[in-house]
């Protein structure tokens, strides 16, 4: 098998836990037919997440030729391509700008968006009925369009202090690069382009004209009379808006369906017996939106289990399958809220996402509206007609149609 044969992306579970059962390790191969080794267990995952052998950065990869970016070097500077001490200067300065205190002073916005999208985005309405009557159909609609979508992409821009009316283009060139079409290099590269471009700009403003926005903070923070560079502070606004886009979007649309599978437990959430954040983090489990951690490339000869990372040798880290591992969680198939759970979603060790608070509260917040405003949701379509991105590094769902049953009547 391919790391991007279809089996894996059409029953990523089925295939993963044959792989873990199998070995911890396993050999395969890119499209471009590049060696890649592939880490499936839990155990073995969680140490090469937090393994300085295993680097991040791209310079290190030297097997079957140098790695091929698909970022211009202008937007490639980021977190994500570093290994420390440049990632330890980097990450001091960012981190300043996601402090706790700082999410937490978004709740309240969050929320507001949240209550406005869900009340005139979704058509629905709380009793199952449309306007004009009891005997028309429950309108359906697609929750990812109407909340999972907007929502994250307007936290992100307001939080980064990208102007309002500058937020659909943002979601029209993200969308182009997270999911081009077929033939569409062209479209790839001028929406990088646009981006690039205005993100240059907007940072100019911020230096000219600070306000209280990440983009900023960023742009003034400073660690030992240090700034960040034009490159970095470029790099790093594109990274927040496709890491805070993107794995937010299906955060909220994996932990919806996760409810809408287990009506019981969506009932418990929406009396608050059980707490929407256990809903989010057995998600982040079961369903991870991220399910391969950033690619890394061996500084040396890594022994990982029974097999050996030669040194140069890119490595994927199977968060979906690590955190589906029989051998650290009971029953890992099944959506337990609640259960102890040290799930790798978000990392482990010095890379570990420091934007995670901000997407478990907008999934929080996103979940919390919805449910306060339609107390019947459920599935439009069977759970098989559900259709999820053909993609090998994001679990996410196209579109997820639902709809309100009607209440029913003569209840006290």
């Known amino acids: 098998m391919t790391l991007f044969d279809r089996a894996l992306i059409e029953a990523p579970t089925a295939v993963y836990a044959r792989l873990r059962d199998a070995a911890a390790v396993h050999h395969t191969s890119t499209p471009d037919n590049e060696p890649v080794w592939v880490i499936t267990r839990y155990r073995e995952a969680r140490a090469a997440l937090?393994?300085?052998?295993?680097?991040?950065?791209?310079?290190?990869?030297?097997?079957?030729?140098?790695?091929?970016?698909?970022?211009?070097?202008?937007?490639?500077?980021?977190?994500?391509?570093m290994d420390p001490p440049d990632h330890t200067r980097l990450r001091r300065l960012i981190s300043r700008a996601f402090t706790p205190r700082r999410i937490e002073a978004l709740r309240d916005r969050i929320q507001a968006m949240a209550d406005a999208l869900v009340v005139t985005q979704t058509g629905l309405t709380q009793t199952g009925h449309t306007q004009t009557g009891p005997t028309q159909t429950a309108p359906h609609i697609d929750l990812m369009q109407a909340l999972a979508l907007p929502l994250p992409m307007g936290v992100i821009c307001e939080l980064l202090g990208i102007p309002a009316g500058n937020h659909h283009d943002f979601r029209a060139w993200t969308d182009t690069l997270l999911s081009p079409a077929p033939g569409s290099a062209g479209d790839s590269r001028a929406a990088m382009r646009q981006m690039h471009e205005f993100l240059t700009g907007v940072i100019q403003d911020k230096r000219d004209h600070p306000a209280d926005d990440l983009l900023s903070v960023l742009t003034h923070a400073r660690d030992d009379g240090e700034f960040l560079t034009e490159q970095e502070l470029l790099s790093l606004a594109f990274l927040t808006l496709f890491a805070g886009y993107d794995n937010a979007v299906h955060l909220i649309g994996n932990a919806v369906l996760g409810l809408l599978l287990h009506p019981q437990l969506m009932d418990q959430v929406?009396?608050?017996?059980?707490?929407?954040?256990?809903?989010?983090?057995?998600?982040?489990?079961?369903?991870?939106?991220?399910?391969?951690?950033?690619?890394r490339f061996a500084l040396e000869d890594v022994a990982v289990g029974d097999t050996v990372i030669p040194a140069g040798g890119r490595v994927w880290i199977s968060i979906a399958s690590a955190n589906r591992d029989e051998r650290e969680f009971p029953a890992p198939g099944d959506f337990v809220a609640g259960r102890p759970t040290a799930h790798l979603a978000f990392g482990h060790g010095i890379h570990y996402c420091l934007g995670a608070p901000l997407a478990r509260l907008e999934a929080e917040i996103a979940i919390g509206s919805l449910l306060d405003h339609f107390p019947t949701l459920e599935l439009a379509v069977?759970?098989?007609?559900?259709?999820?991105?053909?993609?090998?590094?994001?679990?996410?769902?196209?579109?997820?149609?639902?709809r309100t049953r009607p209440l029913e009547s003569g209840l006290g």
């Open 50 to 81: 937090a393994d300085g052998r295993l680097s991040l950065d791209k310079a290190n990869a030297r097997v079957g030729g140098a790695y091929q970016s698909s970022m211009p070097p202008e937007l490639d500077a980021h977190l994500l391509n």
């Open 382 to 402: 069977p759970v098989e007609e559900l259709s999820w991105w053909p993609s090998f590094n994001k679990r996410g769902l196209r579109s997820l149609p639902v």
């Open 270 to 295: 929406r009396r608050r017996s059980m707490p929407i954040r256990a809903v989010i983090e057995e998600t982040l489990r079961w369903n991870p939106p991220f399910p391969l951690g950033v690619r």
